[in-house]
């Protein structure tokens, strides 16, 4: 079942390029990221500016994240995951090409059993990530 999601994944983030595209019949490069787990602590900033910047030495046309790009938003600590969130944002920044963001478990706010929020809260489960303005539907998410 996950395999099945990553090809629907990856074909929804390729066929959203080649629609953008003006080189539809040429060949195109991409990096497939995934499972960055950003968070101030233990220099992972530094392990993933480095990233940033061996991807635009490549120079591929576009990068598909492939979820889990903070760590770790799912105990519902509002403060600590906006931070996270807006790190990776910011950071991201830092691309010279397009990233097509998809959703990992670890990008689900308060989804935990001990979380203070619930269903209720706006940001819950996939709210936070798309109020970021993550480029994801929920008819796509696997979660």
Known sequence: MRFYAFIMIL???IQSFW????ARD?????VFLT?????PEMNAPIGF??????????????????GDQVYDVMRGNQERAD????????????????????MGNHD????????PKDETHPDYKYGMYID????????QMGW
């Not at 499972?35 to 968070?39: E, G, N, R, S, W």
């Not at 500016?49 to 990068?63: G, R, S, T, V, Y």
Request: hydrophobic share 35%.
């Open 11 to 13: 074909a929804s983030a």
């Open 19 to 22: 629609s953008q595209s003006s």
């Open 26 to 30: 040429s060949t195109s490069t991409f």
């Open 35 to 39: 499972d960055v787990h950003l968070k």
């Open 49 to 66: 500016q480095l990233a940033i910047d061996k991807i635009n030495e490549l120079n591929p046309d576009f990068i598909l994240s492939g």
């Open 83 to 102: 931070s996270l969130f807006t790190l990776y944002t910011e950071m991201s920044k830092g691309f010279d090409m397009k990233v097509y963001n998809r």
């Open 108 to 115: 689900l706010f308060g989804i935990y059993e001990e979380s």
């Open 132 to 139: 970021h303005g993550w480029e994801e539907k929920r008819t």
